[in-house]
């Protein structure tokens, strides 16, 4: 995901991110406006869940600057 990041940077594409818990998500537009999603699931351990165990889903704004240092 980092390298998405970094190389919509040089091609100065907008994206936006979101964080859902169980995955992380980064959205932009082709050249033709259509929309495009790219995601990386998160290993299943590391999914957000109550204390019974149910699965925690959310939309969180997700941290572009903090991706961009994981390439």
Not at 4 to 11: L, T
Not at 42 to 53: K, M
């Amino acid at each position: 995901m980092a390298s998405i990041d970094s190389r919509a940077r040089i091609g100065h594409v907008h994206l936006t991110a979101s964080d859902h818990g169980v995955s992380e998500a980064v959205y932009l537009r082709d050249p033709d406006g259509n929309g495009v999603e790219l995601y990386c699931d998160r290993p299943e351990g590391a999914w957000p869940r109550t204390p019974d165990g149910a699965l925690v889903m959310q939309t969180s704004p997700l941290d572009l600057e903090a991706l961009l240092g994981e390439a």
